[in-house]
């Protein structure tokens, strides 16, 4: 579809999750855009050359021969005053991984979708959590999104996140490839000066610059054993921590002030659905939770006491969030769409554990992973998720259970 | 929604989620996925409800099948999961006696959309086509509504004439017949 962002008036557009992301870029109005095309974020990238084309985004655009280059080229932007933008997925994030690594700590406020992609190998082209689940302790903050809607409200959302000087972190929004990437449907397109008032002029380098008026050397030598290195080093790795842990703290307020003036209210840090009662909850991330909604309905009406809890951002962690809302239920389901290798079930799964280590009494709980590759997650697979989940109530937990195992192409 | 890469499945059921949108309805659609190959088989799965459709899944029991091709059903059982009482739009030159069909269907539109593509197009791209086609055998959606997403989609001047064009005949050219219950037995 070809929308046209309005001055002055919302309007509703008919697109998918690729296109709404590059709305919201536009939206933003991104000063630096660098582009390697991976599916399935490609036409991520290809909208955004033909905004610039078109005039609608008045960024410069750097066609790079890779990711590793894509990063390093916006860190240099960034530095240099720009706001940026870049998108990409499972290989293209491996081959980025040197400098993705380095941004948290340059504290570069970059804004990042990782249409998220399985990772090799076997080989497969299909969606999956595993790409930004691999890199989930680099540093970045970490958004899922459950919606198209959300896709293009949570990009433009991540630019006042990630300069928020108390944070000063880069952002990875996360949003399924496959069936978010290519899934259409109607959305709300914000109003460009509503925009540009919750954002504001970027300034995103009032820290460390590449600025020939005020030289300064960035990313100093630091560590070893002696002298002040150790102090310097320690000391930068801390700073991340703080901002991280300031980072609840200002996603929770930018969500309220987007909501305020969108009237869209997307659950920040988690989302409870139906939990009031509840006896057990399921919990899920991107998606896969329309599907997990349309199954807890039918379950209440079958009179079984579930709800859903929606992880929305994964780091930093919302820990004190999720212990409060799981504290009064007796048995969870997770489900996960990527493996912790490790501990052989979901990481999400995993991080919720640790998590309940806060809450008072014992609960029970059970892995599942589903979604692998494209793999669909369906309301039947999630009515199965409630029958194993709500007998855990009353017994133990197994190995962690393969949602689509048995699932083959139609003859 | 059934077809072949290069008929333009995916596009087809993004432009008809626009037109019900257009109509007032909530509307998702989801293309299934897979290597950029011309002429493998491809689906894509439309969703429409009066309420918000929260579910961004692929459909396995569909009311309604909206086929772009005359052979994929060949490679593909198309009629896996259909509904009773369902419905087929179809693109074929056959009569309906030659077409093999499960009790399900109740309702079926047939359009020769091949032919009619290659007189517009000169390649059988037959996706707007059957749209006009699916307009006439169900009344899900109307033609002023397609027409529009049309119009608001990328297409432009000869090319958005000659869909524009593609999308009439096909509502025109499309004989609709209801399969009674013997019909069905037999």
């Given at each position: 579809m070809s929308a046209v962002i309005q001055p002055r008036k919302a309007q509703y557009v008919v697109c998918d999750g690729n296109e709404a992301a590059a709305l919201a870029v536009a939206l933003a109005r991104v000063d630096m855009v660098a582009v390697y095309p991976i599916t399935p974020q490609s036409s991520l990238v290809e909208y955004l050359a033909k905004f610039v084309a078109d005039g609608k985004l008045a960024a410069e655009l750097v066609d790079v021969e890779g990711e590793h280059s894509v990063l390093s080229v916006l860190q240099g932007a960034a530095l240099a005053g720009a706001r940026t933008y870049t998108a990409t997925c499972g290989p293209g994030l491996a081959f980025m991984f040197e400098p993705y690594i380095r941004t948290p700590g340059l504290r570069l406020p970059l804004v990042m979708s990782i249409v998220t992609r399985d990772t090799l190998s076997p080989q497969s082209v299909w969606g999956g959590h595993q790409d930004a689940m691999s890199v989930r302790e680099a540093g970045w903050i970490q958004m899922y999104c459950e919606s198209v809607q959300e896709v293009l409200d949570t990009v433009v959302m991540a630019y006042r996140i990630a300069e928020d000087h108390n944070v000063m972190l880069p952002v990875n929004v996360c949003h399924d490839g496959n069936y978010l990437s290519y899934g259409s449907t109607r959305i709300e397109l914000p109003a460009q000066d509503a925009v540009d008032t919750f954002l504001g002029t970027p300034d995103v380098n009032w820290h460390a610059a590449l600025d020939p008026l005020r030289p300064m050397a960035i990313d100093p030598l630091t560590g070893g054993?002696?002298?002040?290195?150790?102090?310097?080093?320690?000391?930068?790795?801390?700073?991340?921590?703080?901002?991280?842990?300031?980072?609840?703290?200002?996603?929770?307020?930018?969500?309220?002030?987007?909501?305020?003036?969108?009237?869209?209210?997307?659950?920040?840090?988690?989302?409870?659905?139906?939990?009031?009662?509840?006896?057990?909850?399921?919990?899920?991330?991107?998606?896969?939770?329309?599907?997990?909604?349309?199954?807890?309905?039918?379950?209440?009406?079958?009179?079984?006491?579930?709800?859903?809890?929606?992880?929305?951002?994964?780091?930093?962690?919302?820990?004190?969030?999720?212990?409060?809302?799981?504290?009064?239920?007796?048995?969870?389901?997770?489900?996960?769409?990527?493996?912790?290798?490790?501990?052989?079930?979901?990481?999400?799964?995993?991080?919720?554990?640790?998590?309940l280590h806060h809450v008072a009494a014992p609960i029970r709980s059970q892995s599942f992973i589903g979604g692998l590759a494209g793999a669909d997650i369906t309301v039947e697979d999630f009515g199965r998720v409630i029958e194993t989940t709500s007998a855990l109530v009353r017994g133990a937990g197994g190995a962690t259970i393969w949602i689509n195992d048995k699932d083959r192409a139609p003859a | 929604?059934?077809?072949?890469?290069?008929?333009?499945?995916?596009?087809?059921?993004?432009?008809?989620?626009?037109?019900?949108?257009?109509?007032?309805?909530?509307?998702?659609?989801?293309?299934?996925?897979?290597?950029?190959?011309?002429?493998?088989?491809?689906?894509?799965?439309?969703?429409?409800?009066?309420?918000?459709?929260?579910?961004?899944?692929?459909?396995?029991?569909?009311?309604?099948?909206?086929?772009?091709?005359?052979?994929?059903?060949?490679?593909?059982?198309?009629?896996?999961?259909?509904?009773?009482?369902?419905?087929?739009?179809?693109?074929?030159?056959?009569?309906?006696?030659?077409?093999?069909?499960?009790?399900?269907?109740?309702?079926?539109?047939?359009?020769?959309?091949?032919?009619?593509?290659?007189?517009?197009?000169?390649?059988?791209?037959?996706?707007?086509i059957m749209l006009g086609a699916l307009a006439k055998t169900t009344g899900l959606v109307s033609l002023a509504a397609l027409r529009a997403a049309l119009e608001a989609s990328e297409f432009r001047d000869a090319g958005l004439a000659q869909n524009l064009t593609a999308l009439q005949r096909g509502f025109d050219e499309t004989v609709v017949q209801h399969l009674d219950k013997a019909d069905r037995a037999a």
């Open positions: 054993a002696g002298g002040v290195g150790p102090a310097l080093f320690v000391g930068y790795r801390k700073g991340q921590c703080a901002g991280m842990h300031n980072a609840l703290e200002a996603i929770t307020a930018t969500h309220q002030e987007w909501g305020r003036i969108t009237g869209r209210q997307h659950a920040p840090l988690i989302e409870e659905y139906r939990m009031d009662g509840a006896e057990f909850a399921i919990l899920t991330l991107g998606s896969m939770t329309g599907a997990g909604k349309d199954a807890i309905d039918e379950a209440r009406t079958r009179g079984l006491a579930v709800g859903l809890v929606k992880v929305k951002t994964y780091r930093p962690f919302p820990v004190a969030a999720l212990a409060a809302a799981l504290n009064d239920v007796k048995a969870i389901g997770v489900v996960d769409r990527s493996v912790d290798f490790g501990w052989n079930c979901g990481p999400l799964y995993r991080d919720t554990l640790s998590a | 929604m059934h077809g072949r890469g290069g008929q333009g499945a995916v596009l087809a059921a993004t432009i008809l989620a626009s037109a019900l949108v257009e109509e007032g309805m909530c509307a998702v659609a989801v293309p299934s996925f897979g290597f950029e190959r011309r002429g493998a088989p491809v689906a894509a799965f439309v969703r429409t409800d009066s309420k918000e459709i929260r579910q961004m899944t692929n459909i396995y029991r569909p009311d309604c099948i909206l086929c772009l091709d005359p052979t994929v059903g060949h490679t593909v059982n198309i009629f896996e999961g259909v509904r009773a009482g369902g419905t087929l739009v179809q693109t074929t030159n056959k009569p309906l006696a030659d077409l093999l069909l499960p009790p399900a269907i109740a309702t079926v539109g047939l359009c020769d959309a091949v032919t009619i593509a290659l007189a517009i197009f000169r390649r059988p791209i037959t996706n707007t």
